[in-house]
């Protein structure tokens, strides 16, 4: 396993980091793992040097958060792991119960170490930008978990950069504690947040932790699962014509290669330069040893061109944004690979 220090922390983490969305109680969404089906997947992780878990309290409505501390409690020492959970969306209905409100975020923390019976989680994260508070009052909020220690660091996931931009500021005027980790959506077939996100969290000295490498399976070729069969999300973010061409290359190339379309998949993502984090969100250790290959995987420049040459700029992917995604086309292929594709 690798490790880096994330953002201009200290914070040393594995360069995988476990996603959990897939495990609590299929009573939430089909496709989610109960506790025995779970922990033979954390199990894996952390036997190959993971140290990095990613939670949130939305996951399962909290029962993910439940299933995951108990797992984690019985496999390793708390002290050596890093956990993060998440705030925002809410584990129920109702007034207050959701957004980033002082009152919800503190609410929220309590409940979320009560369900993970831990006393500390290591990085609290936004779950997203809320637009209905005032940015002082979640980051004052977030910056009073920090100092009353039940969180040692904060995060942010998932907005525009003026977004951030506005959060660092409001840190800067009151000398709260900073961000030090974003977690963004960035794969093959979606790729905005290179153009300002990334660049900015380097400048800000920001980590940037990556989801859905595999674009919520689409570029496994695996378009039937069970999660994509019943996600809605996937047919928002993945319908278009470009983003199925991009698969077609992936596996491509993996074909090419004689490795699995999700190790080529989830290589371009764990060694983009702007990346730190790659999560996984394995349902099999198969597919977390994937992800292990995938570090150690070095695509060459002909690779990459085959992976990115159908790729055109698209609508930015958050809350405000769903079903506004435009159409795109793509470039034609170089022979190497087109000749591959006539072959097979």
Same mark, same amino acid.
């Given at each position: 396993?690798?490790y880096?220090?994330?953002g201009?922390?200290?914070?040393?983490?594995?360069?995988?980091?476990?996603?959990t969305?897939?495990?609590?109680?299929?009573?939430?969404?089909?496709?989610?793992?109960?506790?025995?089906?779970?922990?033979?997947i954390?199990?894996?992780?952390?036997?190959?040097?993971?140290?990095?878990?990613?939670?949130?309290?939305?996951?399962?409505? @909290? /029962?993910?958060?439940?299933? #995951? !501390?108990?797992?984690? *409690?019985? %496999?390793?020492?708390? &002290?050596?792991?890093v956990?993060?959970?998440?705030?925002?969306?809410?584990?129920?209905?109702?007034?207050?119960?959701?957004?980033?409100?002082?009152?919800?975020i503190?609410?929220?923390?309590?409940?979320?170490?009560?369900?993970?019976?831990?006393?500390?989680?290591?990085?609290?994260?936004?779950?997203?930008?809320?637009?209905?508070?005032?940015?002082?009052?979640?980051?004052?909020?977030?910056?009073?978990?920090?100092?009353?220690?039940?969180?040692?660091?904060? @995060? /942010?996931?998932?907005?525009? #950069? !003026?977004?951030?931009a *506005?959060? %660092?500021?409001?840190? &800067?005027?009151n000398?709260?504690?900073?961000?030090?980790?974003?977690?963004?959506?960035?794969?093959?077939?979606?790729?905005?947040?290179?153009?300002?996100?990334?660049?900015?969290?380097?400048?800000?000295?920001?980590?940037?932790?990556?989801?859905?490498?595999?674009?919520?399976?689409?570029?496994?070729?695996?378009?039937?699962?069970?999660?994509?069969?019943?996600?809605?999300?996937?047919q928002?973010?993945?319908?278009?014509?470009?983003s199925?061409q991009?698969?077609?290359?992936?596996?491509?190339?993996?074909?090419?290669?004689g490795?699995?379309?999700?190790?080529?998949?989830?290589?371009?993502v764990?060694?983009?330069?702007?990346?730190?984090?790659?999560?996984?969100?394995?349902d099999t250790?198969?597919?977390?040893?994937?992800?292990?290959?995938?570090?150690?995987?070095?695509?060459?420049?002909?690779?990459?061109?085959?992976?990115?040459?159908n790729y055109?700029?698209?609508?930015?992917?958050?809350?405000?944004?769903a079903?506004?995604?435009?159409?795109?086309?793509?470039?034609?292929?170089?022979?190497?690979f087109?000749?591959?594709?006539?072959?097979?």
């Amino acid at each position: 396993m690798q490790y880096i220090r994330l953002g201009n922390s200290g914070l040393e983490v594995s360069r995988l980091c476990l996603g959990t969305m897939n495990m609590g109680t299929p009573d939430w969404k089909p496709w989610i793992f109960d506790e025995k089906q779970s922990e033979p997947i954390v199990a894996h992780a952390l036997d190959n040097g993971v140290n990095f878990i990613d939670l949130a309290d939305f996951y399962s409505a @909290g /029962v993910g958060e439940e299933v #995951v !501390g108990r797992i984690v *409690k019985r %496999l390793a020492r708390r &002290e050596d792991l890093v956990i993060t959970t998440k705030v925002g969306y809410g584990t129920r209905t109702g007034i207050n119960a959701s957004g980033h409100s002082r009152k919800h975020i503190m609410d929220s923390i309590d409940a979320s170490l009560k369900r993970l019976n831990m006393d500390y989680v290591d990085v609290f994260m936004l779950h997203y930008f809320d637009v209905n508070t005032p940015v002082e009052e979640t980051m004052g909020a977030l910056n009073d978990i920090v100092r009353a220690g039940k969180a040692r660091y904060i @995060g /942010v996931s998932t907005m525009l #950069v !003026g977004q951030l931009a *506005k959060i %660092l500021m409001a840190c &800067e005027r009151n000398g709260w504690v900073k961000p030090i980790n974003m977690q963004l959506q960035l794969n093959c077939a979606y790729r905005e947040e290179e153009r300002e996100m990334i660049p900015f969290c380097r400048d800000q000295g920001l980590g940037v932790s990556v989801f859905s490498p595999l674009a919520r399976g689409l570029l496994t070729g695996d378009v039937q699962s069970t999660r994509n069969q019943t996600d809605f999300f996937t047919q928002q973010m993945y319908s278009d014509e470009a983003s199925h061409q991009i698969a077609h290359s992936v596996q491509r190339v993996a074909r090419a290669r004689g490795v699995s379309n999700a190790q080529i998949a989830q290589a371009w993502v764990a060694n983009h330069p702007g990346v730190d984090c790659m999560l996984v969100g394995a349902d099999t250790t198969a597919q977390f040893d994937s992800a292990l290959a995938a570090l150690e995987t070095k695509l060459d420049a002909d690779e990459l061109y085959e992976l990115e040459r159908n790729y055109t700029p698209c609508d930015v992917i958050n809350d405000y944004t769903a079903g506004k995604r435009i159409l795109r086309s793509a470039r034609p292929g170089q022979e190497r690979f087109t000749l591959t594709e006539a072959v097979a």
